[in-house]
T-cell receptor
Framework: GAGVSQSPSNKVTEKGKDVELRCDPI?????LYWYRQSLGQGLEFLIY????????KSGLPSDRFSAERTGGSVSTLTIQRTQQEDSAVYLC?????????????FGPGTRLTVL | GEDVEQSLFLSVREGDSSVINCTYT??????LYWYKQEPGAGLQLLTY?????DMKQDQRLTVLLNKKDKHLSLRIADTQTGDSAIYFC?????????????FGKGTKLSVKP
């Protein structure tokens, strides 16, 4: 079946602009995660959605970052007033559930470049 | 706090075995994972091991877990040029409110012909 998809694959924006990144999880997966991968760094957790529960936003680096998940499926990560340090690859992952060994399946990522 | 550490680079010759090492700090880890990332691509799950296991083998891949030392390794037998990638170790913490994984910074494996 189809895997996790993300769009756009690449986004170049000017400092101060807002951007929206989209994630389509695998159908039926209740858990959805956003991570950020900066050059030379590992993956940094941003936010986690599980079913209809309130999202865990503890990884968001500032209040310029927000995310929503509509209808328990598609998720949008929004970065307002982008800064150059926001340049990174933003990865989305989904999994069937969060309690056990359920594996996270990753999308190809969106490469964001802030000029 | 949680931390996962890996060496950043590993270079091997084609046909040799590769061993990528990882250490973690949280003793409540339940599952430990190895992901592979090829250039320009997302993360691909290679294998995972439950924390009460010592070893798991899957074709050319062998995962060894030393829970006492909090040390995890991934051995790739008969390494091929197609194995060149960045390999991430990750741990999943039991009981946390987060469902996220804690990742290391990745080990870049270079395979020379």
């Amino acid at each position: 079946g189809a895997g996790v998809s993300q769009s756009p694959s690449n986004k170049v924006t000017e400092k101060g602009k807002d951007v929206e990144l989209r994630c389509d999880p695998i159908s039926g997966h209740t858990a959805l995660y956003w991570y950020r991968q900066s050059l030379g760094q590992g993956l940094e957790f941003l936010i986690y959605f599980q079913g209809n529960s309130a999202p865990d936003k503890s990884g968001l680096p500032s209040d310029r970052f927000s995310a929503e998940r509509t209808g328990g499926s598609v998720s949008t990560l929004t970065i307002q007033r982008t800064q150059q340090e926001d340049s990174a690859v933003y990865l989305c992952a989904s999994s069937p559930a969060s309690r056990t060994s359920d594996t996270q399946y990753f999308g190809p990522g969106t490469r964001l470049t802030v000029l | 706090g949680e931390d996962v550490e890996q060496s950043l680079f590993l270079s091997v010759r084609e046909g040799d075995s590769s061993v990528i090492n990882c250490t973690y700090t949280d003793s409540s880890s339940t599952y430990l994972y190895w992901y592979k990332q090829e250039p320009g691509a997302g993360l691909q799950l290679l294998t995972y091991i439950f924390s009460n296991m010592d070893m798991k083998q899957d074709q050319r891949l062998t995962v060894l877990l030393n829970k006492k030392d909090k040390h995890l390794s991934l051995r790739i037998a008969d390494t091929q040029t197609g194995d060149s990638a960045i390999y991430f170790c990750a741990e999943r913490i039991y009981g946390g409110s987060q469902g996220n994984l804690i990742f290391g910074k990745g080990t870049k494996l270079s395979v020379k012909p």
